[in-house]
C-alpha cells in the first residue's frame, strides 16, 4: 500500500502529463485496497469524456453509458438523497444497503458481472456549467463479491489526498 506522501508525489506528476493519470488510478486503488477504480466525467457523452482507471474494461463501460446507468442504484439514491457531495468521500453502503444493491437488477445484471459489489465514491468536481474549468468529475473505487466492504480507514485515506486530486486536476485542465 503505498504511503500518502507517495501518492501525492504520483498526483502532482500527472498533473503535467496527462499520461500519468492511469498509473495514478493503480496507486489510489492500493491506497485503498480496491481491485479496481474509475475516474470519468458523467454525463449523456459518457463515453467521449476522458476516463481513467485501473483494472476496468472500457466495454463494460460502454454498456454503463449505453444502458446501465438508468438502473445505477448508488447514483439514484445519491440523486434522491444528495449524501456525497464535492470532496467528501462516501462508501457506496451509505447510498444503498448491501442487501438492497444484491436485489436489484444493476448488481445482477451488471456489477457482479464486472466483478463489482463494493463501492467508495466521491465527487472530486460537480460544476455542470459548460466551460467549467474542471468537468464534473466522479473517482470511484469498487471491490469484488465476497470481500469486506469499503471501511473507515480506506474512507480516511481517500479522503486525505482528494483536495490534492482537485488541486492536481485543476493544473492539468
Not at 456549467?129 to 481517500?158: D, E, Q
Request: no cysteine.
Amino acid at each position: 500500500m503505498p504511503a500518502v506522501p507517495e501518492m501525492l508525489e504520483h498526483i502532482y506528476r500527472a498533473a503535467g502529463n496527462a499520461t500519468l493519470w492511469d498509473g495514478v488510478m493503480g496507486h489510489m486503488s492500493r491506497l485503498v485496497d480496491a481491485d479496481s477504480g474509475l475516474m470519468f466525467s458523467p454525463g449523456g457523452e459518457f463515453l467521449l469524456q476522458q476516463q481513467h482507471a485501473h483494472n476496468h474494461d472500457f466495454g463494460t463501460a460502454r454498456e454503463y453509458g449505453d444502458y446501465y446507468h438508468l438502473h445505477d442504484v448508488w447514483t439514484h439514491s445519491d440523486n434522491a438523497r444528495r449524501i456525497y457531495r464535492t470532496g467528501l468521500v462516501v462508501p457506496g453502503t451509505q447510498l444503498v444497503t448491501l442487501q438492497s444493491l444484491r436485489k436489484s437488477m444493476f448488481y445482477n445484471d451488471f456489477l457482479r458481472r464486472m466483478g463489482q459489489e463494493s463501492l467508495l465514491v466521491t465527487a472530486l468536481f460537480d460544476d455542470p456549467t459548460p466551460g467549467a474549468r474542471v468537468p464534473p468529475t466522479i473517482l470511484s473505487f469498487y471491490r469484488r463479491p465476497g470481500r469486506r466492504g469499503f471501511g473507515p480507514g480506506a474512507t480516511a485515506r481517500l479522503q486525505k489526498i482528494v483536495p490534492h486530486l482537485q488541486h492536481g486536476l485543476t493544473l492539468h485542465h
